[in-house]
């Protein structure tokens, strides 16, 4: 069983930043691929970013590529994700997620294959 935390949203203006955390319980942290998803109000959850269990390749959604970057410390059993350049429409609860198996990188970019999710941090952005 793996525990997700994600943490570090908030209210922020349009253009600044904001990193996300989601720490994770456990000691195969590294074995798992770790995903960022987003829910609107009235939407579907979607997929962000991910990265693979070595932090060997990463995967981003187009509409925050560039803007974005999802890393890990698996010294620290934790995935970040760095969101910069914020606009109105990342307004969203932010998920972070964890996939035990192995996946391909377009399979990581589906809700399906994730085991674990967190609670969600919500991140506003005004204009």
């Known amino acids: 069983q793996v525990h997700l935390l994600d943490s570090g949203g908030g209210l922020v203006q349009a253009g600044g930043s904001l990193r996300l955390s989601c720490a994770t319980s456990?000691?195969?942290?590294?074995?798992?691929?770790m995903g960022w998803f987003r829910q609107a109000p009235g939407k579907e959850r979607d997929f962000v970013a991910v990265?693979?269990?070595?932090?060997?390749?990463?995967y981003y959604a187009e509409s925050v590529k560039g803007r974005f970057t999802i890393s890990r410390d698996n010294a620290k059993n934790t995935v970040y994700l760095q969101m910069n350049s914020l606009k109105r429409e990342d307004t969203a609860v932010y998920y972070c997620?964890?996939?035990?198996?192995?996946?391909?990188?377009?399979?990581?970019?589906?809700?399906?294959?994730?085991?674990?999710w967190g609670q969600g941090t919500q991140v506003t952005v005004s204009s």
């Open positions: 456990g000691r195969t942290f590294s074995s798992y691929a």
């Open positions: 990265i693979t269990r070595s932090g060997g390749n990463t």
């Open positions: 997620a964890a996939a035990a198996k192995y996946y391909s990188g377009s399979d990581l970019q589906r809700v399906r294959p994730y085991d674990y």
